[in-house]
């Protein structure tokens, strides 16, 4: 058999697997789960002081791992991949009336990877982190780091509110449990990427509208006023904004609000970045973006060595897919039961915008996994943590990586359908309590 055909099929299994296990959930009847209960073992975990300790455990094992992470890749420069080498020399850049792109940047097309100290995003973005860059570098990668780490728990603590889920003790646990155990979180702690303002705009998305308070609450406008921050910081994020903006009311005017207050000063103060960016995203759309760890569809077909002309369906299929999701978005966002699912679906069509979807982009599943979590029965649950941890398992098997995140983006997707349909008569579970009847 082909290696390249082995690769295929080792990267199909984990989902056939992961079917099957979804399979037997959804068929075993209710009462087998309720013998399960009786038992000893089992009966364990009815103590909510088990599952409290149990949870603390595992938290403490995932912090434990992360500064194992943080210690073997600090000395070989890596805690300094995108916030110190790139963001903040492009704030220090502009503070001193340089362009912050690089002369390699401006003069052709680069890889879609760019290199080690290249900044590849808006001029506004380096502006708004100006106070960190004139701290010491090594004080403001560990406080962008904290500020990350509280704008990911907070973004899923948010998506869980507008599921409906209740504050309690267990779900703080279990929160930080998730974020710790999700690899692309720690992916973005330890490169200083810029997962966690984005995933915050998703979690402040979902809760915009949740109970249907309003087209004009001050939830929608700060949220509204958080969707248009993302796509200044990060253009691809610009997906969100058709949905916002046609909701109407608060959304609408946030968003606006947002685009005007961050893009006009920085329009006026540093004209010039603005126009090396439009030649810099020009050269990184044209650029290369065949790598081994990039996610996106077309590209991890290509490197499992498939026909090209299997390769290029497959692009095709991404940029339909995408263009779909945009106008399922526009459709469902006029309704407030429908908006989660708007939400997931110009996510998602932000993903898949890109030639390149890196691992730490995953990230911003997670909020959407969280509101889908806590309305979800069982088997659903269930599908959910298999393709987490797929993802997971996946961070250096990039094959592995994308399947657990088709697998949870369609999960995401039909986990939100009933909340577009239906609305108020969906109920929530407990976090981390999870029912076996």
Known sequence: MPGNVRQALGALAPLVGFAAVTAIVETTPADVWARLGRQPGFRTFASSRFRRVIGLLLLVAGLVYLAILLAAV????????????????????????????LPAQLNGPFPAHGRY?????????????????LLPAAVGAILWLLIQALMLFVATWLAASAAGARRSLDRVLWTGVA???????HEVLWTGNVGGPLALSVGALLLARAGDPGRDSRRALIAGVLAAAAAVIKLAPLAWLPASLRAG???????????AALVVPSLVLVPQAWLDYVRVLLNLVTGDARYANNLAPAIVALNLGLPSSFVDAVRLAAIASTIGLLLVSLRLSRSAHGWPAAVACAV??????????????????????????????????????????????GMTVPPLAAAGAAALAVTLLVGLRPTAQQGATNTAMPIGEPSLA
């Open 249 to 259: 009311g608060a959304l609408a005017r946030g968003s606006l609000l947002g685009l």
């Open 117 to 133: 100290g290249w900044y590849l995003y808006p001029p506004v973005f380096a502006q708004v982190l100006t106070p960190l860059a």
């Open 348 to 393: 998602l069509a932000g993903l898949l915008l890109p030639a390149a979807l890196w691992y730490h982009y995953l990230v911003l599943l997670l909020p959407l996994a969280a509101f889908v979590w806590v309305r979800a029965a069982l088997r659903t649950r269930a599908v959910l943590l298999a393709s987490g941890a797929l993802i997971s398992v």
């Open 179 to 185: 974020l710790t155990f999700f690899m692309p979180v």
């Open 74 to 101: 600090t000395p070989a420069g890596g805690f300094e991949i995108d916030f110190v080498a790139g963001y903040r020399r492009a704030s220090l850049d502009l503070l001193e009336g340089r362009s912050p792109y």
